[in-house]
């Protein structure tokens, strides 16, 4: 079993709907979780950080974190072209080492 | 802020040359983290620095490869000799967040 697992994609969202990005880890040590967007021939960029259960919401954008279950995901809402891209989750382990998973390719058509 | 610095953007070498890569953190973050991106493999962690020490090289492939933080602003990947599967894009990353640079692609002929 992977460390960080998410599916590989690609995923395909009509523009305006919502889009789900799920990523389950393994570790239940785990604190901190991230995720990244990540354009084809770009550096990844960080969008949302969530540390407690529940749901954090910037923008469009709503990362939830459910430790029981350990997994973590993120919501994109009114999905516009601009979102198409590599979304990374990323996990800080218990032993303070942080790990990728393999991202999921998002496709938004117009 | 100017972001995280990289140098090169590219670098192309034959195999067996050494190659530095260069990265300038953001002012002020305690963490540096050294990343390499391939299709095959994806996103992996080389090795990653805080207050300037390396805490954790466990990423790091080979002998070959070799890391220093002299200081605060600055901190290189070296790799000695290069092989051509060493051929990728490298992120260096600062803070707990991970603030990436623009990466360098590397390609070993």
């Known amino acids: 079993q992977k460390e960080v697992e998410q599916n590989s994609g690609p995923l395909s969202v009509p523009e305006g709907a919502i889009a789900s990005l799920n990523c389950t880890y393994s570790?239940?040590?785990?604190?901190?979780f991230f995720w990244y967007r990540q354009y084809s021939g770009k550096s990844p960029e960080l969008i949302m950080f969530?540390?407690?259960?529940g749901d954090k919401e910037d923008g469009r954008f709503t990362a939830q974190l459910n430790k029981a279950s350990q997994y973590v995901s993120l919501l994109i809402r009114d999905s516009q072209p601009s979102d198409s891209a590599t979304y990374l989750c990323?996990?800080?382990?218990?032993?303070?080492?942080?790990?990728f998973g393999s991202g999921t390719r998002l496709s938004i058509r117009p | 802020d100017a972001g995280v610095i990289q140098s090169p953007r590219h670098e192309v070498t034959e195999m067996g040359q050494e190659v530095t890569l260069r990265c300038k953190p953001i002012?002020?973050?305690?963490?540096l983290f050294w990343y390499r991106q391939t299709m095959m493999r994806g996103l992996e962690l080389l090795i990653y620095?805080?207050?300037?020490?390396?805490?954790?090289d466990s990423g790091m492939p080979e002998d070959r490869f070799s890391a220093k933080m002299p200081n605060a602003s600055f901190s290189t990947l070296k790799i000695q000799p290069s092989e051509p599967r060493d051929s990728a894009v490298y992120f260096c990353?600062?803070?707990?967040?991970?603030?990436f640079g623009p990466g360098t692609r590397l390609t070993v002929t």
């Open positions: 990353a600062s803070g707990n967040e991970q603030y």
């Open positions: 570790d239940r040590g785990s604190q901190s």
């Open positions: 969530i540390y407690s259960n």
């Open positions: 990323a996990v800080y382990s218990s032993a303070s080492k942080i790990i």
């Open positions: 002012s002020g973050h305690n963490s």
């Open positions: 620095f805080n207050n300037n020490v390396p805490i954790d």
